[in-house]
């Protein structure tokens, strides 16, 4: 039924419901921006107007039902489909939106790209509490990724740690702190060091946290721009 009413649709109207069904938000400026096009809040008023597929939300924006949401995209090619996502994911890159450009990239299956923004954007959900969302992110890629990326395997340490998961965030940041000896990462090892003392500092276990601080801030010696966070290890030895 649903495709039915579909192919009843204007051929525009059609074409712009392909174009836009990877969108989770229907932002006026971003589809104009998918479609290479100006008349978005034209066709969307219309939508809205004679209540097709379009749900209003509370900012004032709105979205597909989900159920139908489905079904555009399934009347599109899966090829079609991973173009459409990394487009809208270098459109979200360039407005500041990381989190819709994590979630397109994985729709496309560009794992590589993901793993780039979520590597950024890690740290700042961890900071909100945001584990869920984190958790769910590292889930969906590859283990290679993880592995390329390690720093992701940092975040999964933080995640257990909150959790009060204390040997399985050992676990990882030994298994991260591996991966960035061999790389070279200064920077990054040191903030792994930084995050397995703290481990140790959480378990009433100064002695092995003083080790690890020591060596985690004569890695930040030689980098003057992670100042901050050469601080935050003073604080902690």
Sequence with gaps: ?????????????????????????????????????ADSQEILDHLQTFGLFVVPLENGGMRYHHLFRDVLINLTSDQESDELNREAAEIMIRVGDGEEAVAHLL??????????????L?????????????????ERLPEQMLTLHPILIVYLG???????????????????????????????????????ARVYLDTINPTEADALLQEARQLLETEPEQAPFHNQIFDLL
């Design 1 to 37: 039924l649903t495709r039915e009413v579909v192919n009843q649709q204007p051929e525009h109207i059609q074409q712009f419901l392909k174009e836009t069904a990877v969108l989770r938000v229907l932002d006026v400026e971003i589809c104009n921006q998918l479609r290479g096009s």
């Design 107 to 120: 729709d496309a299956g560009d794992f590589e790209g993901a793993a780039d923004v979520v590597s950024v």
């Design 122 to 138: 890690g740290r700042e959900l961890v900071t909100d509490g945001r584990l869920d969302t984190l958790t769910g992110w590292i």
């Design 158 to 196: 933080h995640i257990a740690r909150l959790h009060s998961r204390f040997d399985d965030a050992l676990d990882f940041y030994q298994q991260a702190i591996g991966l960035l000896r061999a790389s070279g990462d200064n920077s990054t090892l040191s903030y792994a060091l930084y995050s397995q």
